[in-house]
């Protein structure tokens, strides 16, 4: 079974702080995706990376993937309220990348207390 | 990218009875996705729905229990069959916006069971 490790599950901090979210696997990915998601909202994606080593930012979001295309990180710098929903982050495993099928992380929980 | 209109958003059922679930996109897509979630957790896949072929089935997930239908390149229905409180659950439709760029989510129904 192919699994994507999400940590933090939890994540309470101040405005201001900056936070980093992990993603880990096994397994490599011909792709790997960050969502997020708001109560009562279907997941949105907010960025993609395909690259080993590849860094995309957005914003105040800087995503990272892994030179193995095995695991990735999103670091949010200065984070607002405006920041906290849940994070997912999901890969496209390289053995099955035909079926279209993601893997999902188990999601991080963000709060940015004002 | 594709938009996907997902209806019902909530509701309420008695056991015992069904509940169809339907999404619609606004452009063709190859594959639509199927995905259940308790509020605040990741997603689970329950299946993919190809056009003109059976939907495909994850483990765990049998086609009697939820049905689907997927007749146009642009519309799939899922059905939640004989439903029991352990239903109960946030179920969202997916569909790749374009090959390996990421995935468009409906906002999802909330289902009770009671």
């Known amino acids: 079974t192919q699994l994507l490790e999400q940590s933090p599950q939890f994540l309470s901090i101040q405005e201001g702080e900056n936070l980093t979210v992990y993603c880990n696997s096994s397994s490599v990915f011909s792709s790997l995706q960050w969502y997020r998601q708001e109560p009562g909202e279907g997941p949105v994606l907010l960025v993609t990376v395909v690259t080993g080593g590849e860094v995309k930012k957005l914003k105040r979001l800087t995503f990272q993937f892994g030179d193995a295309r095995k695991d990735s990180s999103l670091h949010i710098t200065a984070a607002q309220p405006g920041d906290t929903g849940l994070y997912l982050c999901?890969?496209?495993?390289?053995?099955?990348?035909?079926?279209?099928?993601?893997?999902f992380g188990q999601g991080t929980t963000l709060q940015v207390k004002p | 990218s594709a938009v996907i209109s997902q209806k019902p958003s909530r509701d309420i059922c008695q056991r015992g009875t069904s509940l169809t679930i339907q999404c619609q996109v606004d452009?063709?897509?190859?594959?639509m996705f199927w995905y259940r979630q308790q509020p605040g957790q990741s997603l689970t896949l329950i299946a993919t729905?190809?056009?003109?072929?059976?939907?495909?089935?994850e483990s765990g997930f049998v086609i009697d229990k939820f049905p689907i239908s997927r007749p146009n390149l642009t519309f799939s229905t899922l059905t939640v069959s004989n439903m029991s409180p352990e239903d109960s659950s946030i179920y969202l439709c997916?569909?790749?916006?374009?090959?390996?760029?990421?995935?468009?989510f409906g906002s999802g129904t909330r289902l009770t069971v009671v």
């Open positions: 452009s063709q897509v190859t594959m």
């Open positions: 729905a190809n056009q003109g072929s059976e939907a495909t089935y």
């Open positions: 999901a890969g496209a495993p390289l053995t099955s990348s035909n079926t279209g099928k993601l893997i």
């Open positions: 997916s569909a790749e916006r374009d090959r390996g760029l990421g995935y468009t």
